[in-house]
Every structure is written in structure tokens, then in C-alpha cells.
């Protein structure tokens, strides 16, 4: 019995002990997320994020390579709320899931919006719709509009 135990111990302290520091992020090379936008550009479409950092290309993975290649930090896409789509775009919703955490909400975007700004209303006014719902059939987007410096969250 005494046996077992010391090795269920070992089995135990292992991972604990293979933890220091071998292969981990610099946290400070990390970008986090909240709010991410997606639109249709030049035959592809253009991922860009409330950072700032955007990637283009003629599909997500392609996009999301430039995303990575052209910033100046490690951007983080797990940690991001909120999914802006411009009209015409939900066809990658099915590619970005890989990207995104499976809560992450999801809603139209209609204007000229900041994406910081965004962010902030929307943990105020959350929109109905998360990935995990869109990829079990359900469609009732929100629609998050710009207009005259106000924005609003409009339900379908």
C-alpha cells in the first residue's frame, strides 16, 4: 500500500514541478483581446481588434496568420468578449469559432466604430447570441449601430 502511494505522490508532483518557467508566454509579450471586428476587404476579409493589431486575408487562417505576423505583440484571442460582424461576413463565423473562446457574443456591427468604445457598452448591453448558440442553429443577431456618436444595441 505504502508503495502506491509514493508513486501516486510522484504522479502527482510531477506536473506541479515541470511548470517552472519551460515553455511558458511572456506575459508581457501578450496582447488580450476584449472586442474583435470582421469585414469584408478586397476579396478576403480583415480581422481587427480593439488593440489595433488587424490581419488580412482570403480566408481566417490566412488572416489571422497576417494578424499574428504584423503585431507588435502576441495577440491573445482567447480573451476577447465580443465578436463585430459587418453584414456579409457571418459565412466565417464556422472558421473563427477555432480562434475564439465558445462564449465569446456575437452581434452586427453597423458604422464607424471604435472598437474600445464597443467594448464598453457592450459589457453593459450584452448581445443575445454566443458562438456556442450560433453553432447550435440559433440566428438572432444583435445589431450593435454608430450614429451621431451614440451607440445602440438593437435586437432582431
Known amino acids: ?27 508581457g509579450k501578450l496582447c488580450p483581446v476584449q472586442a474583435v471586428m470582421i469585414r469584408r476587404e478586397n ?16 480566408d481566417v487562417s ?15 484571442l482567447d480573451t ?9 461576413t457571418e459565412v466565417w463565423l464556422k472558421e473563427l469559432k477555432h480562434h475564439l473562446r ?3 457574443s456575437v452581434c452586427y456591427a453597423s458604422g ?10 457592450l459589457q453593459i448591453h450584452q448581445p443575445s447570441l454566443t458562438l456556442t448558440q450560433y453553432e447550435a442553429g440559433q440566428r438572432d443577431f ?3 449601430v454608430y450614429q451621431e456618436g451614440r451607440m445602440a444595441l438593437v435586437r432582431s
Open 43 to 58: 476579396d478576403g476579409l480583415r480581422i481587427i481588434t480593439d488593440g489595433g493589431q488587424s490581419g488580412w486575408g482570403e
Open 112 to 121: 464607424a466604430l471604435d472598437l474600445v468604445e464597443a467594448a464598453a457598452y
Open 62 to 76: 490566412s488572416a489571422m496568420e497576417d494578424l499574428k505576423k504584423t503585431a507588435s505583440a502576441n495577440v491573445f
Open 102 to 104: 465558445p462564449s465569446c
Open 1 to 27: 500500500m505504502k508503495k502506491w502511494s509514493v508513486y501516486l505522490l510522484l504522479l502527482a508532483v510531477i506536473p506541479v514541478l515541470s511548470f517552472g518557467g519551460l515553455g511558458g508566454e511572456d506575459v
Open 142 to 144: 444583435s445589431t450593435l
Open 80 to 88: 476577447a468578449d465580443y465578436l463585430l460582424l459587418k453584414p456579409g
